[in-house]
């Protein structure tokens, strides 16, 4: 089982940046898949997540009207989509997989939003 993000980096406030997370070695299309974040010294907080197979998303108040998360499941993969970006969003931004009582995380890739 594998779940990749990529896409993270360093962009100024008010940019947008496109995450990843490709999805490897279980069933994608039925597990709900989310995103979290981790800033330094705080814990992990889940930014947004879409379900299995109807597609319904939710999002953190923090990200709303700004975030869009979406999903293809003919590619195995999950996307965030983070338009203007505030300081406060930098952390290390991770996707998660999760089937009932089962979860499986990916490894995390850093955004930081800073001039």
């Known amino acids: 089982v594998q779940l990749v993000e990529s896409g993270g980096g360093l962009v100024q406030p008010g940019g947008s940046l496109r995450l990843s997370c490709a999805a490897s070695?279980?069933?994608?299309?039925?597990?709900?898949m989310s995103w979290h974040r981790q800033a330094p010294g705080k814990e992990r907080e889940l930014v947004a997540v879409?379900?299995?197979?109807?597609?319904?998303?939710n999002y953190a108040d923090s990200v709303k009207g700004r975030f869009t998360i979406s999903r293809e499941n003919a590619k195995n993969t999950v996307y965030l989509q983070m338009n203007s970006l505030k300081p406060e969003d930098t952390a290390v931004y991770y996707c998660?997989?999760?089937?009932?009582?089962?979860?499986?995380w990916g490894q995390g890739t850093q955004v930081t939003v800073s001039s």
């Open positions: 998660k997989g999760r089937l009932y009582a089962i979860e499986y």
């Open positions: 070695g279980f069933a994608f299309s039925r597990y709900d």
């Open positions: 879409i379900t299995s197979y109807s597609g319904r998303t």
